[in-house]
């Protein structure tokens, strides 16, 4: 990313697009925005560890999917419709009438939980797409001192994901150097740990590193030079809130807009 973009313009943007995703409730306008903001990603993406978060998110979209689809196979609401295949009945509590667990599955009850499961996994893909294109220290470091516990509960929760991605790639490396197996899931029992630790171990260095400079004690400044918004800043948000006007025609074009506006 190049760094005259201001931290905030990307979530705006893709805040904009997972919105007008939801209103519009297409899956084609879906995986046309997730391509486009995949194709952004890799062209203004900076070469750090949260660059990785795309590629994270889409995986877990991915398990969304299916679990939203095992999910609505197993235990849902009976929706009349073409009959695909039976699974036995599990009978339910009174006090839980109109759910049921097997039963009948119909074409219209599997595509509706699939329908759904693929519009979350859009939304998080391009939630995912701001991570990778923003670098959560800017983005801390732009946070008004009015707003600091606000703001730090903001970027560290942005910031799981690329530490995430950050710890789990060095562990793996790690294993590999020691002659382990690092694919599977077998490998993910001996990467949890270790993976557990180094985020609390990254977690409390953060509050230390934070809590050390002062964050949040004095309500001025430093004359540490912050992030200012420019002119393209504001013309890819003003751009970006337009797809709200009309999602259907304007998302695919909003998704790609920064290859335009953007430096």
Sequence with gaps: ?????????????????????????????????????????????????????????????????????????????????????????????????????????????????????????????????????????????SMPVMVYEFGVTIVIATSILPQFVTSVSRIKEAQRLRGHESRGLASWRRIALPLFEDSLSRSLDLAAAMDSRGYGYSRKRSKYRNDHWTTRDYALCAFALLVFLRPEYLLIIVALSPLVLAP
């Design 1 to 141: 990313m190049n760094k005259s973009l201001h931290p905030l313009v990307w979530w705006i943007w893709a805040g904009s697009l997972a919105t007008a995703v939801a209103m519009t409730s297409s899956i084609p306008l879906a995986f046309g925005v997730v391509g486009a903001a995949g194709f952004i990603v890799r062209r203004k993406a900076e070469k750090a560890p949260w660059a990785k978060s795309f590629a994270w998110s889409i995986k877990v979209g991915t398990w969304v999917i299916v679990i939203r689809v095992l999910t609505g196979v197993l235990i849902g609401v009976p929706i009349p419709g073409r009959t695909l295949f039976t699974l036995p009945i599990i009978p339910l509590p009174d006090w839980m009438a109109g759910i049921r667990i097997g039963g009948p599955v119909t074409f219209e009850r599997l595509s509706s939980t699939a329908h759904d499961g693929i519009l979350i996994a859009a939304i998080i893909g391009l939630l995912g797409a701001a991570a990778s294109l923003s670098s959560p220290h800017r983005l801390l470091r």
